[in-house]
């Protein structure tokens, strides 16, 4: 999508306003991630928008890394995170920044509001702190603990980050209304007992700070302008916004809520995902099945299917579920244009060509790509012995089918016309090999008399070709929605059994040089990445995605 078309949202809207009223003179977003996981293409969405915006506006970007739950963190999140964003050509620069870096400032804020009588030291267990919560239609109840004088506060506080109590034995609350309609602000909790290792500050601390209390004051610390985040922490903006109030930060960033992604056949849950791959379902973060960043880079993706798709979407404050195949189409549109063409046969069916000699050896040359000859052209080789796909060929075609069956001509895509001859079987019936001749004259690709054949067929030769491993993949879940599932059933329910089909396939040979940094057309199959599997002796092939569009029609376009 071009920029000039590129729609205005609500966001643009907002900071064109902050520009205009001289609110802001530059704007800062940030992507803030949780290193408890790999990105998904929910996150790609987050980081397409607060980077562009970044970008369009001329402002700066940059990554933070939320990191205060030391449990469920790790520098192998952090760095496949940074690798995620530099793929998608999220560009931060100098702004990298980690929420656990500013552990002494919170601290030095959590005991300001302390000092304020804004916050305290509460001894309920977490069991008892739910009750006394109350609920959406009833009030709550003030912890016995609320009252206690600043002294003492600050400090069981002091003591607290001393490590003199056991995980979870206290906590730090703020003190704001236990009567609020608005739960979170039923004296939230500010910091939590944790002896744990931190991947980053190690041992140095033994209470962390909580998402809501960290979030909007790291934003403050860096100056983000806006501050977007998805639809599920509009009910915190009160709260983001209250600390804001009453701590002395350097800025007041705004908080702005968006639709998160939601895409059909998909989960974007990292608790989920982390499922997947710890009990097995899937080989890894990275299988090509997973809707993560580096799955769906190793199936194939390319950065600029993922802007296009993000650009597609759009940024909206509604809820709704995106169609899987708008994904695939966005992938589909980039490489049609950019990919070159290879003939490889996936479930090969022998054809003899009786009457080429056996030691037969005929180049042919067929374009890199049919709409762009300045992608050049490669040679295939046509020997006595091919193979074509099963499904080119049918013993009793119905009326459509232009492909090979018994008698019947079809052109062999860049070399010449053949008609089957012979179909052999074997004892049970199946079909084993096909006969055929070549028309001499069809040399080529066109007889002198003009001839037409209705079908134009793959093929790779049987004697000179590269064997290779295909990897064709369906939906992982069955369901649009992977979570419908009867009474208390998991998900897990709805995996598809047949998500990953393994295939030994034949392709042309000039598989052996070709440059693979895209993934390639083979042609009428659809479009294949190179995996990392693959070794000197072995080339193994994902199949991003197949040539049949589902999103136009649907769309009707
Ligand atoms: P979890 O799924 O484990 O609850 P999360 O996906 O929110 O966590 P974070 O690391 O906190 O993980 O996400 C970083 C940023 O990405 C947040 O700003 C979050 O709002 C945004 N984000 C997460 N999921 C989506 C999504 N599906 N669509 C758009 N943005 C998302
Ligand atoms: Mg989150």
Known sequence: MSEASKPKNFIREIIDADLESGRHTTIVTRFPPEPNGYLHIGHAKSICLNHGLARDYKGRFHLRFDDTNPAKESTEYVESIQADLRWLGADWGENLFFASNYFEQLFEWAQHLIREGHAFVCDLSAEQMREYRGTLTEPGRPSPYRERSVDENLDLFRRMRAGEFATGAKVLRAKIDMGHPNLNMRDPILYRITHAHHHRTGDQWCIYPTYDFTHGQSDAIEGITHSICTLEFEDHRPLYNWFL?????????????????????????????????????????????????????????????????????????????????????????????????????????????TNLPEDAEEWYEGPNHPANEAMGSRKVALTREIYIDRDDFMEDPPRKFFRLGPGREVRLRYACYITCTEVIKDEAGNITELRAEMDPESRGGSTPDGRKVKGTIHWVSAQINVPIEARLYENLFLKEDPEDVEGDGSYLENLNPDSLQVVAAFGEPSLRETDFSLPVQFERKGYFALDPDSDSEQLVFNRSVSLKDSWSKKAGK
């Open 245 to 353: 109030e009453h701590l002395p930060t350097p800025s007041k960033p705004r908080q702005i809520e968006f639709a998160r992604l939601n895409m059909t056949h998909t989960l974007t849950s990292k608790r989920k995902l982390l499922q997947l791959v710890e009990e097995g379902h899937v080989s890894g973060w990275d299988d090509p099945r997973m809707p993560t960043i580096s799955g769906i880079r190793r199936r194939g993706y390319t950065p600029e299917s993922i802007h296009e798709f993000c650009d597609r979407v759009g940024v909206a404050r509604r809820n709704n579920t995106i169609d899987l195949a708008l994904l695939e189409f966005c992938l589909r549109q980039d490489l049609e244009e950019r990919s070159l063409r290879r003939m490889v046969v996936l479930d090969p069916l022998k054809v003899v060509i």
